[in-house]
């Protein structure tokens, strides 16, 4: 071969090469560009606070929220707060599931993402967090009588935002969207959005908003079925991005809490005293073949006869066989209360009273009051302190203590005082 096909034959390999090269660059860029990634302001850096820096904070002497010397706490098992203000402790299946919504997806194994749910989750990390609180309009209330319990739901809501300032509740949802307003009803006509807390009153809350809604002319003529599988009510992953957020930032948000262990109680009783086709067999039979050596078959097979402690154990287990439930889950789970201000703070202890005050500041028919009976089990004796300490006394000092770290959040956000464990 002589030097010029030698040459021809360099160029034609070097200009073959280069085209080469510059297809891929241009196909890697495009990737970059199409290729979804998770947004960066949907799950920011969790903030760590240590137990002493815990500490700090609530010896605070220039806070204007105090945090209750009860409140205080030296051994925490669990010292990470993230910036939605939700531990992340536990590997069970229930918080897998929360690992995966701050990731941004449910993890199915594709690599793609629609262009609608890319657009939806880039304009949901646009949106401003935490959403701005308003006054609450009092101009509806015409009666004195509601003086004190106006000045006890303002303390609550100030003490809860003051607490969410301190402990950095950040200013992105870290789990998608969707998931953390699906627990939220909406009732339009009277723009009212009500989270539900289960074993909270969120049974008759909801013929509450039934009859609100013009579904029903009395909350005492609704059944229990009607009330929970009816699909009467809409929540607010129902609406797009833009009903989403206009009925965050101007309906009246209420969300209803009660003392952490009582509503822990009340759930075992309801789910695992009484016959129950859904958790005996789903929780039931899990719970006796992990923590119950030597069970009977009939148990075994059926599910039924859950002991509390066998209960607590699977509350309790970084490996629990089945996943949480919402009848036993965190409030600080269920309802964001540091992204989302609540501007009415409820409790299950003062449940009738707030809740009449309520319908008097959102206008509703006076006629309508709160319908204060059990939805099931009327028999029974309701879950109160009382009951709390006979079923607390089975179990050791420690179990108790890990369930109060359990749940250490929600007694501290809402000021409940610490149980004697």
């Not at 209750?68 to 918080?95: A, F, Y």
């Not at 890319?118 to 701005?132: R, T």
């Not at 009660?258 to 039931?284: C, I, Q, T, W």
Request: proline share 5%.
């Amino acid at each position: 071969m002589n030097p010029k096909q030698v040459f021809l034959s360099v160029l034609i390999f070097g200009v073959a090469g280069l085209l080469i090269f510059m297809y891929l660059q241009v196909g890697m860029e495009e990737r970059r560009h199409t290729e979804w990634r998770p947004v960066k302001t949907l799950h920011p850096a969790p903030r760590i606070m240590t137990a002493g820096r815990l500490q700090e904070h609530t010896t605070n002497q220039n806070s204007k929220a105090h945090i209750p010397e009860n409140l205080k706490k030296k051994n925490l098992l669990h010292s990470v707060i993230p910036t939605r203000v939700v531990t992340k402790t536990s590997h069970s299946q229930g918080d897998a599931r929360v690992v995966t919504w701050i990731s941004g997806l449910p993890r199915n194994g594709s690599t793609g993402m629609h262009q609608g749910t890319k657009a939806f989750l880039k304009k949901s990390g646009e949106m401003n967090w935490p959403l701005d609180t308003h006054p609450l309009n009092k101009s509806l209330v015409k009666d004195s009588k509601w003086k004190k319990t106006d000045e006890t739901l303002e303390k609550r809501r100030f003490f809860l935002q003051e607490f969410c300032k301190k402990y950095g509740a950040g200013n992105h949802p870290q789990s998608h969207l969707l998931h953390m307003v699906s627990r939220i009803y909406v009732e339009d006509k009277h723009k009212v959005l009500y989270c539900e807390v289960p074993k909270a009153g969120c049974s008759n809350w909801k013929r509450i908003l039934m009859v609100l809604n013009g579904l029903a002319s009395s909350a005492y003529n609704i059944s229990h079925d009607a009330v929970h599988y009816g699909k009467h009510l809409k929540t607010l992953d129902s609406f797009d991005l833009r009903g989403i957020h206009m009925r965050l930032n101007t309906y009246t948000k209420a969300v209803f809490v009660r003392d952490p262990m009582e509503r822990l109680v009340s759930a075992f009783r309801d789910k695992f005293e009484h016959p129950n086709s859904y958790y005996h067999p789903v929780f039931g039979k899990a719970i006796i073949k992990k923590y119950r050596p030597n069970a009977c078959a009939e148990a075994s097979n059926n599910g039924s006869g859950v002991k509390f402690r066998e209960f607590v154990h699977y509350l309790l287990d970084s490996h629990r066989p089945v996943g949480m439930d919402i009848h036993w889950e965190k409030v600080s789970r269920l309802c964001s209360p540091c992204l989302i201000n609540y501007d009415f703070v409820g409790k299950f202890e003062t449940l009738e009273e707030d809740t009449n005050y309520f319908l008097q500041l959102i206008g509703a028919p006076r006629e309508l009051k709160f319908p204060n009976f059990k939805d099931r089990h009327s028999s029974d004796e309701r879950t109160s302190a009382q009951v709390v300490r006979q079923y607390l006394k089975d179990l050791s000092g420690t179990e108790r203590q890990l369930i109060y770290d359990f749940y250490y959040l929600d007694y501290l956000m809402f000021n409940y005082t610490t149980p004697h464990l």
